[in-house]
């Protein structure tokens, strides 16, 4: 006879299976009907009960929350696992690697990229639980900036390409990057963060160009080095070394 702890062992085990398995099929409808996910359609898929479904997500938006917390975490971990493997003080090189790790993963999972870059869904609402992952691959870039403004290679003075003027930040946008700053990455200048911010909206725009068909009759052959270019580019604006 099977002890209690025995048994609820096996129990959590199933569950997680089970609950995997879910968000498995979701995911396969993510490819095929987008976020327009049915708990219905999934429970026939596993040829269950939808009320069995329910027991593990009550509703669509539990399930969509589920997948989108998976999605950002596997992003970040992609972005960080790259950028890990290159030298700390190689600020160029952990740049280059986070950027083409995030593209690497949206080409090889363009719906799940999607669901967390695309069009909001309409009705749901993220809730709080997804904030953290979210801000993984946002905390690579933050920490790079943070190392090379301690490393002393990072600073206000560096040049705009092409010789231009700093353009003043309005003094709403200054507080807002100072209150960013304060929470998140206090060491690092408000202008710094600012090119930071820039970067790294440039980073995902891209991304974004190429996987929702924005660069066809453009760039067609050569949108790795494409990317690349755009992350040097951007680079250079930051003041990475």
């Known amino acids: 006879m099977l002890s209690d702890m025995t048994a609820k062992s096996i129990r959590a085990r199933v ?14 409808q993510l490819a095929t009907d987008g976020a327009n996910l049915s708990l219905r359609a999934v429970a026939r898929e596993l040829g269950m009960v939808s009320s069995a479904v329910y027991r593990y997500f009550p509703s669509r938006d539990d399930l969509l929350t589920a997948l989108i917390i998976d999605c950002y ?47 909001p869904v309409p009705g749901y609402r ?20 943070a190392d090379g403004v301690a490393a002393g290679t990072l600073t206000v003075a560096d040049p705009v390409p092409g010789g231009g003027i700093v353009l003043p930040l309005p003094p709403e946008l200054g507080a807002e990057l100072d209150r960013i700053a304060a929470t998140v ?57």
């Open 185 to 241: 990455c206090p060491d690092v200048p408000r202008e710094v963060l600012s090119r930071g911010i820039t970067a790294w909206i440039q980073l995902f725009g891209t991304v974004t160009f190429e996987l929702f068909g924005r660069l066809q009759n453009m760039i067609e052959s050569s949108r790795r080095n494409f990317f690349d270019r755009q992350l040097r580019v951007m680079a250079v604006y930051v003041g990475l070394r």
């Open 73 to 119: 975490d596997e992003l970040g971990e992609a972005a960080e696992t790259a950028e890990a493997a290159v030298d700390r003080s190689d600020l160029l090189g952990r740049w280059l690697a986070t950027g083409h790790g995030i593209r690497d993963w949206a080409l090889a999972n363009p719906a799940e990229y999607a669901l967390i870059y695309g069009s």
């Open 126 to 145: 993220a809730p709080e639980t997804t904030v953290g992952p979210a801000a993984r691959t946002t905390n690579v870039i933050l920490a790079l900036l």
């Open 15 to 28: 569950r997680d299976e089970l609950t995997s398995e879910i968000k498995a099929i979701a995911r396969q």
